[in-house]
């Protein structure tokens, strides 16, 4: 936030995408902390293990230290931190944070899922339990990427308009759409652009602890880790409530 509020350069890499102080050293302080796990690291400003090596590990941690740079570059706010645990290929373990907002969303399976501002973070009396939406929002809400878009997502759009009477939109970058998800103010987040697995490991650990999705968009298999190709397929994420009015 330092960074973010005091002026900063941007380069860019050799795939065109922006790249940040503020990207570096939250990567170099968030290493720092993992490194004393002794579980390997997978994430975006991280060197990339070859596939050889990683192929063995049964554990390991995929980060993104500023997901939605761009955003960050357009200083709207709508950039997160992400941390996922991932153990054989799955995330079960996730945690975003929004520095902007001061908030963070954490957990999994095993711990169940909150929510918390900066200021609580290591007081548990002070964080909100999620609990699975217990039912779709009217009007349908949509979550999608304030960068992205392509034809496919509005095939799916138009898929949902047969059994939803109206849909709206919450147009947001970043992982902060799984922020929406987890908390029930949106159902549904199509992506069919690009994205890589530090992107979405920690959002997809979340959601699925809450009884949602997130599914490749064409064979609707859970999208799996740690994979030679470290980009994700196109994919839907789904809240529970959604799941069960479209079962």
């Known amino acids: 936030m330092e960074i973010y509020e005091n002026g900063f350069e941007t380069e860019f890499k050799n795939d065109g995408s922006p790249v940040t102080q503020a990207d570096l050293a939250s990567s170099a302080i968030i290493d720092e902390y993992l490194s004393t796990t002794g579980i390997p ?15 063995n590990w049964i554990e390991s941690w995929c980060i993104d230290p500023l997901d939605g740079t761009k955003e960050f570059v357009k ?3 709508e950039f997160a931190v992400n941390i996922a645990l991932i153990r ?15 908030k963070l969303i954490f957990g999994g399976h095993e711990t169940g899922v909150y929510i918390t501002d900066f200021y609580h973070a290591f007081d548990p009396e002070k964080w909100t339990k999620l609990t699975e939406p217990k039912s779709v929002n009217s009007p349908l809400m949509v979550t999608c990427s304030r960068s992205h878009h392509s034809g496919p997502v509005l095939q799916y759009l138009n898929q949902l308009k047969e059994t939803h009477e109206s849909l709206d939109f919450i147009k947001k970058g970043s992982s902060l759409k799984f922020f929406d998800l987890a908390t ?6 199509p992506r069919f652009a ?10 997809q650990a979340i959601l699925e602890a809450l009884g949602g999705s997130v599914v490749h968009a ?10 030679d190709n470290l980009t994700n397929p196109y994919f839907i994420a789904r809240t529970k409530a959604l799941i069960e009015h479209h079962s």
């Open 218 to 227: 064409h064979t609707q298999e859970a999208l799996s880790y740690n994979k």
């Open 75 to 77: 200083k709207n706010g």
């Open 88 to 102: 054989n290929e799955r995330p079960v373990f996730g945690l975003i944070a929004s520095p902007v907002e001061q």
């Open 184 to 189: 029930g103010r949106a159902d549904a987040y």
């Open 41 to 55: 690291v997978t994430g975006e400003e991280t060197f990339k293990t070859p596939y050889e090596e990683r192929q």
């Open 194 to 203: 690009p994205t890589m697995e530090w992107d979405i490991a920690a959002g």
